[in-house]
């Protein structure tokens, strides 16, 4: 598995972003896939997840409503759309792949992780 996330850029409150990531490696669709974020002064949180399958997705309760994840087995990418962004969205978002089922959204479950995007939301 190797990820690389791309999509991160400036935008004012309340408009949209779609970040993406890439995986180059042959089993992108055995691995649930999560995006999860991180500022200087936070530790990296859980943002979103979606299950191998596409069946199942989980959102943190901050970002419920207004982001959406999603992704293409057949591209090997899985997405996060972004919709009315808040200043306090802003943060170098990651993602990450993970063997377990769920999708999990506990950091220590992703084994594999992209090199991150920033997302910075002007208010």
């Known amino acids: 598995v190797q990820l690389q996330a791309f999509g991160g850029g400036l935008v004012h409150s309340g408009g949209s972003l779609r970040l993406s990531c890439a995986d180059s490696?042959?089993?992108?669709?055995?691995?649930?896939m999560g995006w999860f974020r991180q500022t200087p002064t936070r530790e990296r949180e859980f943002v979103a997840a979606?299950?191998?399958?596409?069946?199942?997705?989980r959102y943190a309760d901050s970002v419920k409503g207004r982001f959406t994840i999603s992704r293409d087995n057949a591209e090997n990418t899985v997405y996060l759309q972004m919709n009315s962004l808040k200043p306090e969205d802003t943060a170098l978002y990651y993602c990450?792949?993970?063997?377990?089922?769920?999708?999990?959204?506990?950091?220590?479950?992703?084994?594999?992780w992209g090199q991150g995007t920033l997302v910075t939301v002007s208010s």
């Open positions: 490696g042959v089993t992108f669709s055995r691995y649930s």
């Open positions: 979606i299950s191998y399958t596409v069946t199942s997705t």
């Open positions: 990450a792949a993970a063997l377990a089922g769920g999708p999990p959204n506990i950091r220590s479950e992703y084994g594999y």
